[in-house]
Nanobody, 116 residues
Framework: QVQLVESGGTLVQPGGSLRLSCVAS????????MAWYRQAPGKQRELVAR???????NYADSVKGRFTISRDNAKHTLSLHSNSVKHEGAADYYC??????????WGQGIQVAVST
């Protein structure tokens, strides 16, 4: 069983910066893909950003140009960074990692609040 532990959730002002980290309990060197999802109250969980083993990234249209996903294999860490968080960015953020079919894991989630 793989554990994913998120950190960095906090209160952010609109237009402010956000950095989330997710540390995996096993090596991510051979991982198939990792991603960040978020779920706002009353809404479905949605993909924010994804990065593949080859480093290809995909972003939700709502965060393109404002969010950056990255991976540090040596530290088993997935990160999400933004320099411009909007009100609609308030949600629980989840880390997801998959090493292949039927081998995916979720973090426990971390709250990001956006408020002045």
């Amino acid at each position: 069983q793989v554990q994913l532990v998120e950190s960095g959730g906090t209160l952010v002002q609109p237009g402010g910066s956000l950095r989330l980290s997710c540390v995996a309990s096993k090596s991510i060197f051979s991982i198939y893909a990792m991603a960040w999802y978020r779920q706002a109250p009353g809404k479905q969980r949605e993909l924010v950003a994804r990065i593949t083993s080859g480093g290809t990234t995909n972003y939700a249209d709502s965060v393109k140009g404002r969010f950056t996903i990255s991976r540090d294999n040596a530290k088993h860490t997935l990160s999400l960074h933004s320099n411009s968080v909007k009100h609609e960015g308030a949600a629980d953020y989840y880390c997801y990692a998959t090493w292949g079919p039927r081998d995916g894991y979720w973090g426990q989630g971390i709250q990001v609040a956006v408020s002045t």
